[in-house]
């Protein structure tokens, strides 16, 4: 009884450590390091591109309730993610490093799990779980193509922000601070004047991008936008979006100021920060030349620059069911983003899933069905869900999870109250697992 899984991202090596706990012997395929794509920079398994990249870890949120579903059923990235977090207020951000390698080193170390280096260009035979990321191959890419109608693989793009280091950022112009005073002072805040407001952004709006290759379009994903076309939406976009002032008062003048930058800490250590709605395409001559004109930044040391690549993702609702299986052709499964779940953490919920149910079928137990109720049955049930038509990736959101039978006022305290009834069915089910 052997699966093979391939990609050892976030999704594969969950899926492969879910199966391999319960038995099932995994081949872990990774074309890394022999082949690296334009987001990885890492031979390491489970490469994040962004510190806070977990996102929120506040129950009322429904990302949040997600990362605790799948603490409770024994993931093992929300594992070693809580083994490497660093401090993000109400947010789950971790040392990339370390979080990296304490998953490489958990796979590996499995007794259950093989780990095979090198591209895959074709769909092996017996029991496969495709988790080969948003940056799949081309080889890959066209064997995934064969599987279905020409028109199933979607192409859309994706953006990193460009992170410097602590030492560079001038703190005169800059101050330690969380919206509101929420949580801690975990993000550093670079104020600018209405003057400096107006020049960055005419700069950031003639700024040249870098060059658009043949697979690639000007298509844009409107979760990921990058900073400058947001910017050439109109003068106020960015003061309104990711360079928010609202609850930024500067210490020095206690009032706030036109915009603000917010940087968070990209590691434990506190030495990198990352520039908050930062994605872009811009030349990297262009980001240090318009960034420079931040004045916390002005002699900002950056250890990696601001990238766009593309991103692939399957018209899931046609082809994949519920435990994210093709339909018509059970033997092969899709987990993370290439299935249109947008996020590592639904990534990874998408692979504990596909994992634990290919898992029960092998061992000839019945599917758990996780309920629409859970945040993780929602995804994947939306995932699959013939009725849409128009299908995006998608986040997770309360929006696609049931009604509460009664009245709750506030935001809030509903979203609580769906946490709580969620949670409350995990525990249920988890005694299953």
């Known amino acids: 009884m052997n699966v093979t899984v391939i990609g050892a991202g976030l999704a594969g090596c969950e899926a492969a450590y879910q199966l391999a706990r319960r038995g099932v012997s995994v081949s872990l395929m990774e074309m890394k390091p022999q082949k690296m794509t334009p987001a990885h920079h890492s031979p390491g398994f489970a490469e994040l591109v962004c510190s806070n990249s977990l996102r929120s870890d506040q129950l009322e949120n429904a990302v949040g ?7 409770r059923c024994g993931s093992l990235i929300l594992r070693c993610a809580d083994e490497n977090r660093v401090e993000a207020g109400g947010a789950l951000a971790v040392d990339r490093e370390g979080f990296s390698q304490a998953v490489t080193d958990a796979v590996r170390a499995h007794p259950n799990i093989t780990v095979v280096e ?9 029991e496969v779980v495709v988790a080969s990321g948003p940056l799949t191959s081309d080889g890959l890419s066209q064997a995934v193509a064969g599987l279905f109608p020409a028109d199933s693989c979607l192409n859309f793009f994706d953006a ?70 947001m910017a050439r939406r109109g003068v ?72 766009m690549h593309r991103n692939t993702y399957l ?30 953490v639904e990534s990874t919920a998408s692979g504990f899933l596909a994992g634990v149910e290919l898992a029960r079928r092998l061992l000839g137990q019945g599917p758990l069905n996780f309920p629409r109720e859970t945040a993780i049955g929602a995804l994947a049930l939306y995932v699959s869900n013939e009725s849409v038509v128009d299908f995006q990736p998608m986040n997770i959101n309360f929006g696609i999870m049931p009604s509460l039978d009664c009245r709750v006022k506030g935001k809030r305290e509903k979203n609580a109250a769906l946490s709580r009834r969620s949670l409350e069915l995990i525990d249920g089910i988890k005694e299953r697992l």
């Open 65 to 71: 309730l997600l990362k605790e579903e799948l603490r």
């Open 118 to 126: 090198g591209e895959v260009t074709a769909i092996p035979g017996g």
């Open 160 to 229: 990193a922000a460009p992170i410097v280091t602590f030492d560079s950022i001038d703190m005169e112009h800059a101050w330690f601070a969380s919206r509101y005073g929420k949580g801690t002072a975990d993000y550093i805040n670079c104020a600018l004047s209405e003057e400096e407001y107006l020049a960055f952004w005419k700069e950031l709006c003639a700024a040249e991008e870098a060059e658009v290759h043949g697979f690639e379009d000007k298509r844009v994903f409107e979760g990921c936008m990058p900073v400058e076309v």
């Open 236 to 307: 106020q976009t960015l003061a309104f979006g990711p360079l928010k002032p609202k609850g930024l008062p500067d210490p020095k003048t206690g009032r706030e100021p036109c915009a603000v930058v917010q940087l968070r800490r990209d590691n434990k250590q506190g030495t990198l920060y990352n520039l908050v709605g930062f994605q872009t395409h811009l030349k990297w001559g262009e980001q240090k030349r318009v960034f420079s004109m931040i004045p916390a930044l002005k002699n900002a040391e950056y250890v990696r620059y601001g990238v």
């Open 315 to 344: 018209d899931s609702p046609r082809l994949l069911d519920r435990y994210y299986r093709v339909r018509g052709n059970e033997r092969i499964s899709f987990a993370g983003q290439i299935t249109g779940v947008e996020g590592y």
